[in-house]
């Protein structure tokens, strides 16, 4: 069964350096998303991204934020200059069109050290 | 913003049915979902339910939906010990985009 893959597992990292996470989403699907849920708190959205443009973001996803489809399978969100509370669990998804279901990933665990 | 509150702790026992509420406050959502994530993985999309629908069924899954109170529940029937997850409401935002999610409730079955 298809499904969205992310990568690393688990990332630690220096505050002040730049982290970036990576994702594959379903082949054939089209809108990409991001999400972080720190830990004990609820899931939020960070970003959607349709057609090589993001579509929406949240006031989360400021400037230290950004995502690319660097080619047809990877998509990563980057953060610039990581801080403490930057480190959360952050979840890739897609969906196909005509669809709401979206798909997540397992997830990666930022840590900022 | 949307809030979506859940009750964070649910423990059955084994072959129970257990109930997850969700309450909401934007009654403008068309779609609502609900996930479950296990241990060390992500989130597995369950069921959803359209804001036209009451009530629907899938398999041990019973979705029900009072849009007056702006009550979403999920039914869980025969409760096994692979049930045990967090079990997260969501709603799909005006935008069409984002989902905004609860806080998940933790449910634990024991033997």
């Known amino acids: 069964e298809p499904e969205v893959t992310q990568t690393p597992s688990h990332q630690v990292t220096q505050m002040g350096q730049e982290v970036i996470l990576r994702c594959v989403p379903i082949s054939n699907h089209l809108y990409f998303y991001w999400y972080r849920q720190i830990l004990g708190q609820k899931v939020e959205f960070l970003v959607s991204?349709?057609?090589?443009?993001?579509?929406?973001k949240s006031e989360i996803f400021d400037d230290q934020f950004s995502v690319e489809r660097p080619d047809g399978s990877n998509f990563t969100l980057k953060i610039r200059s990581t801080k403490l509370e930057d480190s959360a669990m952050y979840f890739c998804?897609?969906?196909?069109?005509?669809?709401?279901?979206?798909?997540f990933g397992q997830g990666t665990r930022l840590t900022v050290v | 913003g949307e809030d979506v509150e859940q009750s964070l702790f649910l423990s059955v026992r084994e072959g129970d049915s257990s109930v997850i509420n969700c309450t909401y406050t934007?009654?403008?959502?068309?779609?609502l979902y609900w996930y479950k994530q296990e241990p060390g993985a992500g989130l597995q999309l369950l069921t959803y339910i359209f804001s036209n629908m009451d009530m629907k069924q899938d398999q041990r899954l019973t979705v029900l939906l009072n849009k007056k109170d702006k009550h979403l529940s999920l039914r869980i029937a025969d409760t096994q010990t692979g049930d045990s997850a967090i079990y997260f409401c969501?709603?799909?935002?005006?935008?069409?985009?984002?989902?905004?999610f609860g806080k998940g409730t933790s449910l634990l079955v024991t033997p």
């Open positions: 991204f349709y057609n090589n443009e993001i579509s929406e």
């Open positions: 934007d009654s403008s959502s068309t779609y």
């Open positions: 998804a897609s969906r196909v069109t005509g669809t709401t279901e979206a798909f």
């Open positions: 969501a709603f799909l935002a005006d935008s069409g985009y984002a989902l905004n």
